[in-house]
T-cell receptor, first 113, second 116 residues
Framework: GENVEQHPSTLSVQEGDSAVIKCTYSDSASNYFPWYKQELGKGPQLIIDIRSNVGEKKDQRIAVTLNKTAKHFSLHITETQPEDSAVYFC????????????FGTGTSLTVIP | GAVVSQHPSWVICKSGTSVKIECRSLDFQATTMFWYRQFPKQSLMLMATSNEGSKATYEQGVEKDKFLINHASLTLSTLTVTSAHPEDSSFYICSPTSRSGLYEQYFGPGTRLTVT
């Protein structure tokens, strides 16, 4: 089955700096890669996603890049703000509704004011 | 994004009792429901997958007789933790998805279960 690894497990940045979280996956059939933000005591929220036919996607301060050949994808947050502090999870899935999502182990991001 | 609700948001129960958690997809038909468990500072662990009207498929190591899943309608699924023990204390999260072609998977707000 799919194996998703995520690094780093914790990340601290100064407010205004950029944060980068990286994930690798093992199954070349995976073609959908979402990123979730989870605040304490809440369920994960989808913040951005990318499909395998796209190399990069951007939404305001958040961007995701995908390298299918190397089987890795990354989340980039620019101009970080204290409210970006949360746990971020990457995931991989094979296209087709009802298919299981495989999650990374999470990155705890702290943005220091 | 999709609207998913869970009830209750938190529950405390005594060891040996049963607890039912409800998950509702409010604005789309959930043909498939995933139930996850999350321990503190850990990732989401898939417990089971259920398709509407069918029996749930449980992940290895998850007791199907302990975690009863009912997915009788396209908008409601329930997870019942039977004879709960302190080690069942966790954050339970549902995630409905649809066969309509959507890639996205949305999550409920979670239910914090504490077994004393």
């Amino acid at each position: 089955g799919e194996n998703v690894e995520q690094h780093p497990s914790t990340l601290s940045v100064q407010e205004g700096d950029s944060a980068v979280i990286k994930c690798t996956y093992s199954d070349s059939a995976s073609n959908y890669f979402p990123w979730y933000k989870q605040e304490l005591g809440k369920g994960p929220q989808l913040i951005i996603d990318i499909r395998s036919n796209v190399g990069e996607k951007k939404d305001q301060r958040i961007a995701v890049t995908l390298n299918k050949t190397a089987k890795h994808f990354s989340l980039h947050i620019t101009e970080t703000q204290p409210e970006d502090s949360a746990v971020y999870f990457c995931a991989a899935s094979i296209r087709g509704t009802g298919n299981q999502f495989y999650f990374g182990t999470g990155t705890s991001l702290t943005v220091i004011p | 994004g999709a609207v998913v609700s869970q009830h209750p948001s938190w529950v405390i129960c005594k060891s040996g009792t049963s607890v039912k958690i409800e998950c509702r997809s409010l604005d789309f038909q959930a043909t498939t429901m995933f139930w996850y468990r999350q321990f503190p500072k850990q990732s989401l662990m898939l417990m089971a997958t259920s398709n509407e009207g069918s029996k749930a498929t449980y992940e290895q190591g998850v007791e199907k007789d302990k975690f009863l899943i009912n997915h009788a309608s396209l908008t409601l699924s329930t997870l019942t933790v039977t004879s709960a023990h302190p080690e069942d204390s966790s954050f339970y999260i549902c995630s409905p998805t649809s066969r309509s072609g959507l890639y996205e998977q949305y999550f409920g707000p979670g239910t914090r279960l504490t077994v004393t």
